[in-house]
């Protein structure tokens, strides 16, 4: 197969779909890859780099969407690159759909293959293009909140691990799925005193087997919460109820339980945040703060780390990619029920329910088109 993978284009992504690593198994495999110049560099993978693995470079994104079968991507397409999709192509990217009308239409209108990395999942309902980025997102929490618990960043002056002779911080960490349990081994390793709270009990009692003696779990209830917060240095919101909204477990009033100082990573920010008081922001301008609580709330936090972002998601997404090279989008799904889950369009027929239900659109069943 011809497979592109163009520089992506959405304001400060530096992830790359392709190491030069999986150039070198496409190549192994029988396939021609074109790569965009310059698409790597943002994760420092160099032009000559993916040269050595076997790409040829092409030097504007029209000639890799010219030229190629499949495109691989990272974020959604911009309206810059709708006209560049051409007919039966297969998209395989994170599209995230049901957030944008516009990019919908676009892809109907262009018939494409569109397979989302975010919708491929697990017979166990794990969404394994997603737990990459979770990984990378909840151990960068940890790492934004010492930043933030600083004085000079506004934050109450304690350092996370202490030190002999004077007690560590406390961190609570909202949520015990993939961005809580990263987050609290982080700070747990760094020596702080861990706190996780879950509603699901059989979480808990999974956590409480693997985690260091420093980490303590607890239900997660109003209750709970209230009295966690008032001793709490860093909080960390990494709660998911799949499709909703995160719920606001921590309310504007309950600010003024907690010390001056405190910082609050709200990790769940885009699926609307876990802090009544939070709203989304950006790498440039990652903090803000409310009643002397400090809120970090960047929506794409992977983003601040590239390197090891493309390397996590490329580990998970090159198997399911070289799958679709190998045997094309219809048999690589009909053999393999995860990537079938991934089909959100074909042919300008959208195949997935809940983006036809996000905008009222025509829903067609994926049996007898695949
Ligand atoms: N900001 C970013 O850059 C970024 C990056 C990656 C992921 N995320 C987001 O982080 C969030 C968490 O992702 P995840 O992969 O860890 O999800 P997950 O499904 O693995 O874990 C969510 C956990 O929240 C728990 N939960 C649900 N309701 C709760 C409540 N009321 N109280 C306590 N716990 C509750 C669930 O039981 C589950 O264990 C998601 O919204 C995800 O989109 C954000």
Same mark, same amino acid.
């Given at each position: 197969?011809?497979?592109?993978?163009?520089?992506?284009?959405?304001?400060?992504?530096?992830?790359?779909?392709?190491?030069?690593?999986?150039?070198?198994?496409?190549?192994?495999?029988?396939?021609?890859?074109?790569?965009?110049?310059?698409?790597?560099?943002?994760?420092?993978?160099?032009?000559?780099?993916?040269?050595?693995?076997?790409?040829?470079?092409?030097?504007?994104?029209?000639?890799?969407?010219?030229?190629?079968? =499949?495109?691989?991507?990272?974020? %959604?397409?911009?309206?810059?690159?709708?006209?560049?999709?051409?007919?039966?192509?297969?998209?395989?990217?994170?599209?995230?759909?049901?957030?944008?009308?516009?990019?919908?239409?676009?892809?109907?209108?262009?018939?494409?293959?569109?397979?989302?990395?975010?919708?491929? %999942?697990?017979?166990?309902?794990?969404?394994?293009?997603?737990?990459? =980025?979770?990984?990378?997102?909840?151990?960068?929490?940890?790492?934004?909140?010492?930043?933030?618990?600083?004085?000079?960043?506004?934050?109450?002056?304690?350092?996370?691990?202490?030190?002999?002779?004077?007690?560590?911080?406390?961190?609570?960490?909202?949520?015990?799925?993939?961005?809580?349990?990263?987050?609290?081994?982080?700070?747990?390793?760094?020596?702080?005193?861990?706190?996780?709270?879950?509603?699901?009990?059989?979480?808990?009692?999974?956590?409480?087997?693997?985690?260091?003696?420093?980490?303590?779990?607890?239900?997660?209830?109003?209750?709970?919460?209230?009295? *966690?917060?008032?001793?709490?240095?860093?909080?960390?919101?990494?709660? *998911?109820?799949?499709?909703?909204?995160?719920?606001? *477990?921590?309310?504007?009033?309950?600010?003024?339980?907690?010390?001056?100082?405190?910082?609050?990573?709200?990790?769940?920010?885009?699926?609307?945040?876990?802090?009544?008081?939070?709203?989304?922001?950006?790498?440039?301008?990652?903090?803000?703060?409310?009643? %002397?609580?400090?809120?970090?709330?960047?929506?794409? =936090?992977?983003?601040?780390?590239?390197?090891?972002?493309?390397?996590?998601?490329?580990?998970?997404?090159?198997?399911?990619?070289?799958?679709?090279?190998?045997?094309?989008?219809?048999?690589?799904?009909?053999?393999?029920?995860?990537?079938?889950?991934?089909?959100?369009?074909?042919?300008?027929?959208?195949?997935?329910?809940?983006?036809?239900?996000?905008?009222?659109?025509?829903?067609?069943?994926?049996?007898? *088109?695949?």
């Amino acid at each position: 197969m011809i497979i592109g993978v163009p520089k992506e284009i959405k304001n400060n992504e530096n992830r790359v779909a392709v190491t030069p690593a999986g150039i070198n198994e496409f190549k192994r495999q029988g396939h021609t890859v074109y790569v965009q110049k310059q698409a790597g560099i943002g994760s420092g993978f160099s032009d000559e780099a993916y040269t050595a693995a076997g790409a040829e470079i092409l030097p504007t994104i029209e000639a890799v969407y010219a030229q190629s079968e =499949m495109i691989i991507k990272v974020k %959604e397409p911009i309206e810059s690159e709708y006209p560049l999709i051409k007919e039966g192509q297969l998209i395989f990217t994170y599209f995230h759909f049901a957030s944008s009308r516009a990019l919908t239409m676009a892809m109907i209108e262009r018939k494409a293959i569109c397979l989302a990395y975010e919708t491929v %999942e697990r017979a166990d309902r794990s969404l394994p293009l997603l737990i990459p =980025m979770s990984e990378v997102a909840g151990r960068m929490a940890v790492q934004e909140g010492a930043k933030y618990l600083e004085k000079p960043m506004g934050g109450c002056g304690i350092l996370l691990g202490g030190v002999a002779g004077v007690k560590p911080a406390n961190v609570l960490v909202l949520g015990g799925g993939i961005v809580g349990t990263q987050a609290a081994k982080m700070a747990a390793g760094l020596g702080a005193h861990v706190t996780i709270v879950d509603i699901s009990l059989a979480r808990l009692r999974h956590l409480e087997e693997v985690m260091p003696a420093n980490v303590d779990t607890i239900i997660s209830n109003e209750y709970n919460i209230k009295e *966690l917060i008032k001793d709490s240095h860093l909080i960390i919101g990494g709660v *998911l109820i799949p499709g909703a909204k995160a719920p606001s *477990l921590i309310t504007r009033d309950m600010l003024k339980l907690m010390r001056p100082g405190t910082v609050l990573v709200d990790v769940a920010i885009d699926q609307g945040g876990c802090f009544e008081t939070s709203h989304a922001t950006t790498h440039a301008d990652p903090t803000y703060v409310i009643d %002397e609580v400090v809120h970090y709330c960047v929506a794409n =936090m992977p983003g601040a780390v590239p390197y090891t972002s493309t390397l996590a998601l490329t580990n998970s997404s090159l198997p399911y990619a070289l799958q679709l090279a190998n045997k094309g989008w219809r048999r690589a799904c009909q053999e393999n029920a995860e990537l079938k889950k991934g089909l959100n369009m074909i042919h300008g027929q959208v195949v997935f329910k809940g983006v036809a239900e996000a905008w009222n659109l025509q829903y067609t069943p994926l049996e007898g *088109l695949v």
